[in-house]
């Protein structure tokens, strides 16, 4: 069966962290961003705190990550974004530390920022007002984007 978390099959998914709760939104949520992973309760027994990626008996807090099989490029963009059924997570669940997350989370696109940002906001419970202000701090650029993305969400 396929194990998203071997080496061999990383490639093969898209990466992402438990996030830190967003100011009155009881969802579980989840990033791209390392900075805003959500730390993972320690045992308290430090042995049994072990990366999933490196192996190593971590020192440091582990970090809960979840991935989705990536888009191929045959893939008909558009269909999978409105049927959104290939995009699932899969079950597997990994404990990362931060050092091997990083890496496993690659570079935030400037996209994936807007995309994870308005996710947060429509799913807050004042997200009209955070959407104003949002739309008000925006240049031209920024409200196309949004606009577009808006579309998909």
């Given at each position: 069966?396929?194990?998203?978390?071997?080496?061999?099959?990383?490639?093969?998914?898209?990466?992402?962290?438990?996030?830190?709760?967003?100011?009155?939104?009881?969802?579980?949520m989840y990033t791209?961003?390392?900075?805003?992973?959500?730390?993972?309760?320690?045992?308290?027994?430090?042995?049994?705190?072990?990366?999933?990626?490196?192996?190593?008996?971590?020192?440091?807090?582990?970090?809960?990550?979840?991935?989705?099989?990536?888009?191929?490029?045959?893939?008909?963009?558009?269909?999978?974004?409105?049927?959104?059924?290939?995009?699932?997570?899969?079950?597997?669940?990994?404990?990362?530390?931060?050092?091997?997350?990083?890496?496993?989370?690659?570079?935030?696109?400037?996209?994936?920022?807007?995309?994870?940002?308005?996710?947060?906001?429509?799913?807050?419970?004042?997200?009209?007002?955070?959407?104003?202000?949002?739309?008000?701090?925006?240049?031209?650029?920024?409200?196309?984007?949004?606009?577009?993305?808006?579309?998909?969400?």
């Open positions: 069966k396929d194990i998203p978390i071997s080496k061999a099959n990383r490639h093969n998914y898209v990466w992402v962290a438990e996030a830190l709760p967003k100011k009155g939104d009881k969802r579980q791209w961003d390392p900075d805003a992973m959500k730390q993972m309760p320690t045992y308290k027994d430090r042995e049994e705190n072990s990366c999933d990626i490196c192996g190593a008996k971590c020192t440091e807090t582990l970090y809960t990550f979840r991935c989705y099989p990536r888009a191929k490029k045959t893939d008909n963009m558009l269909q999978g974004m409105r049927l959104n059924l290939s995009r699932r997570f899969h079950p597997c669940k990994a404990f990362i530390s931060k050092e091997c997350g990083r890496s496993l989370l690659g570079i935030q696109s400037e996209a994936s920022k807007i995309v994870e940002e308005l996710s947060g906001i429509l799913s807050s419970s004042n997200s009209q007002e955070q959407m104003s202000e949002l739309w008000a701090n925006a240049n031209e650029r920024l409200r196309r984007v949004i606009l577009d993305t808006m579309r998909y969400l």
